[in-house]
């Protein structure tokens, strides 16, 4: 059974940075893809950086060069770094695997990132 902890999330003012971390447990992780996603109040949770297992990475057009995702197979971790954030970032950031639908039974409990001044 896959298990997914995110944890970094908090209150940032804008211009702020902060890094989220994923653990991931029940799955081949060094061979797995893996994903950010968000999910703001009213609307449907969106994908925000895949990371591929050889570390190749790609990235929402709403956070390129703002955003880095990053992995550590030796901790099953996968990482955002997230500089220049703005109020419009703010969401509950998860991770989970690519193309993971809101009828995705494994998803965590997500971080919350909240963006003002």
């Known amino acids: 059974q896959v298990h997914l902890v995110e944890s970094g999330g908090g209150l940032v003012q804008p211009g702020g940075s902060l890094r989220l971390s994923c653990v991931a447990s029940g799955v081949i992780f060094r061979f797995s893809p893996m994903c950010w996603y968000r999910q703001s109040p009213g609307n449907q949770r969106e994908l925000v950086a895949t990371?591929?297992?050889?570390?190749?990475?790609t990235y929402s057009h709403f956070v390129q060069a703002r955003f880095t995702i990053s992995r550590d197979n030796t901790k099953n971790t996968v990482y955002l770094q997230m500089n220049n954030l703005q109020p419009e970032d703010t969401a509950v950031y998860y991770c989970g695997p690519p193309g993971a639908t809101e009828i995705w039974p494994y998803w965590g409990q997500g971080t919350q990132v909240t963006v003002s001044s």
């Open positions: 990371i591929e297992y050889d570390g190749g990475a």
